[in-house]
């Protein structure tokens, strides 16, 4: 491959690390500087990364409080309140919708492959925007229009944390997806709503349960947007062949998550990890599910990456790794791109 391919990303947590920032303008870093952390403008052109979906996400409260107490409105309580919650998220929508007013047309909020398409020809960022865990939802039920209108066009409705719309996915290693019951009926009713307005789905963050309710509940291709093969490691976040399976009949697809803990077969955070180890999770997956139907779900800034990819700057690296293990040209340009924006088109149609 002569030129660097193009990547479109499943996942990351730019914005909630743009909340939790301390610096006094991070939104100004992010652009025009430099900022700590696995993104930032510059390093993201250079690498070829021209976007992907960003994650709007209520960070867990123990991590709020110990290291950013002044995020927190009573630093000494034991959770958020609802008014904070719903804060978190709407600050995290004003982050993004600040980096698209102040790039000088550099970043935009995308909502059709069209616009994502004509950022790609224009060298801008392309945003799109993901709910992962919709407490504040629960809370404020009006606001799902008014973050639609806003461009948001993918939601989790789970996190970790049990909720109205289920229980979270907390197990530790090794275990199945297996940890608990799946969507109450508020969740379902919130998947179907969303899958009426044509939007994207993601059962990264579901237990079993909720994953085989999501199927019964809407009709339109499924996503994991961060997930790895359970077979490959048994993180409960991971799918099982049979959780695969389903993927791949619904016309689904999945991203692959760099976390060193995601991707180990000893599940530990040990940042010494092979770039292998990711080229051996998409190879299982392009097995089990076809070419058309595996891309990245890298987690970047919210994620503990492999040594050898320590952020965007390093990707292609991996790019290198998986044409020594002779993915073929036309099979990078799916991984890496193409196959998100084919799904992003089919569900948003
Ligand atoms: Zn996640």
Redesign the pocket.
């Known amino acids: 491959m002569n030129a660097q391919p193009v990547i479109f990303d499943g ?1 990351n ?1 730019l914005l909630t690390r743009l909340w939790l920032s301390s610096a006094v303008d991070p939104v100004h870093d992010f652009i025009y500087g430099t900022l700590p952390g696995h993104l930032d403008l510059k390093r993201c052109r250079q690498a070829g990364w021209m976007g992907g979906l960003f ?1 709007i ?1 209520l960070p867990p409260y123990a991590y709020v409080k110990n290291s950013h107490p002044d995020k927190l409105s009573n630093p000494s309580g034991s959770d958020f309140t609802p008014q904070e919650i719903v804060d978190i998220c709407c600050e995290q929508l004003a982050l993004a919708q600040q980096l698209q007013a102040r790039s000088d047309g550099q970043i935009q909020i995308c909502t059709s492959l069209a616009q994502i398409q004509a950022c790609q020809q224009n060298q801008k960022l392309a945003i799109v925007l993901h709910l ?1 865990g919709a407490e504040f939802l629960a809370i404020k039920p009006d606001l799902l229009d008014v973050f639609y209108d806003a461009g948001l066009r993918s939601i ?1 409705p789970l ?1 970790n944390r049990k909720s109205l719309f289920g229980d979270g996915l907390n197990a530790s290693f090794p275990h199945s997806p297996d940890t608990g019951s799946g969507l109450t009926d508020q969740g379902k009713d919130l998947i179907l709503e969303c899958s009426k307005k044509g939007m994207l789905i993601d059962v ?2 579901m237990n079993e349960r909720a994953f085989w309710d999501t199927l019964e509940t809407i009709h339109q291709p499924i996503v994991a ?2 997930s790895n093969a359970h077979a490959l490691c048994q993180q409960a ?1 991971n799918l099982t062949d049979r959780q695969l399976n389903a993927i791949k009949q619904s016309g689904g697809m999945i991203g692959v998550n760099f976390d060193v803990a995601f991707l180990r077969a000893d599940g530990q955070r040990n940042t010494q990890t092979s770039l292998d180890v990711i080229v051996d999770h998409l190879v299982y997956l392009i097995d089990h599910l076809g070419k058309d139907q595996v891309g990245f779900g890298s ?1 970047f800034d ?1 994620c503990l990456l492999p040594d050898d990819l320590s952020d965007i700057s390093q990707i292609s690296m991996l790019i290198e790794r998986m044409q020594q293990r002779h993915f073929s040209d036309d099979l990078i340009e799916k991984v890496t791109s193409k196959n998100w924006f084919a799904v992003l088109d089919k569900i948003w149609q």
């Open positions: 996942h947590d994650s996400f992962e989790g996190w990264s963050h947007t961060h976040r987690d919210g």
